[in-house]
């Protein structure tokens, strides 16, 4: 079974400074890694993907997240917050021998950037 | 890219009755999905079509959910006799697979919030 756990329900941080947001996840063999961010009434945008290569990943928005296999670990970063970035974010995981491609999402860690 | 669109975004409806919603994928993509986010959670899979082949069922909620995608294009899902549980955001997603690598990103709309009195 396929779990993700998003240990934070909630990230505050100044805007300027850097962000992490965790997530840890438990997949059959490797895994195919997602993050996505949610506004207030709006679906879930994609941010960046880990599939296989380089550990760390860039996407939209300056974002990167860095995978770590040891870790099982997929930490979303950026290195300096913006008050725009202030929304609901979810890891999501599945395993690359899943030919149906059924995400399982964090519970989500609500990120606030305080001017 | 019109992005993925659903309707209708919001519906309140009764214990009771039957509700249906419609989704919209991205023009080119042959995979479809439905999602069921409760508030404070994250999106909990449901089902999933390739093409107009339902390929993954087993999550749908009990018997009174269904889904169907009749020409490969758009799809519905159903709720039939609603229950004040059922009430969530409902959302689609689509993505598009073009190699046997199966690395195909999915792309979601923005939802249908069902409230159920």
């Known amino acids: 079974a396929q779990s993700v756990a998003q240990p934070e329900d909630q990230v505050n941080v100044a805007e300027g400074n850097p962000l992490t947001v965790k997530c840890t996840y438990s997949?059959?063999?490797?895994?195919?890694l997602f993050w996505y961010v949610q506004y207030p009434n709006r679906g879930l945008q994609f941010l960046l993907k880990y599939i296989t290569g380089d550990n760390l990943v860039k996407g939209s928005y300056g974002f990167e997240a860095e995978f770590n296999k040891s870790q099982t670990s997929f930490h979303l970063k950026k290195p300096s917050a913006l008050v725009s970035d202030s929304a609901l974010y979810f890891c999501?995981?599945?395993?690359?021998?899943?030919?149906?491609?059924?995400?399982?999402f964090g519970g989500g860690t609500r990120l606030m950037v305080k001017p | 890219d019109t992005g993925v669109s659903q309707n209708p975004r919001h519906k309140i409806t009764k214990r009771g009755q039957n509700v249906t919603f419609r989704c919209d994928p991205i023009?080119?993509?042959?995979?479809l999905y439905w999602y069921r986010q409760t508030l404070g959670q994250g999106p909990e899979f449901l089902t999933y079509f390739q093409n107009e082949a339902q390929l993954e069922k087993s999550r749908l909620l009990s018997d009174r959910f269904s889904a169907e995608r009749p020409k490969g294009s758009f799809s519905t899902l159903e709720i039939q006799r609603t229950e004040q549980g059922d009430s969530a955001m409902y959302l689609c997603?689509?993505?598009?697979?073009?190699?046997?690598?199966?690395?195909?990103?999915?792309?979601f709309g923005p939802g249908t919030r069902l409230t159920v009195l």
């Open positions: 023009s080119e993509h042959n995979r």
């Open positions: 997603a689509s993505s598009l697979l073009a190699t046997s690598a199966n690395t195909d990103t999915q792309y």
């Open positions: 997949v059959s063999g490797n895994p195919y």
């Open positions: 999501a995981a599945r395993a690359a021998n899943n030919a149906g491609n059924m995400l399982t």
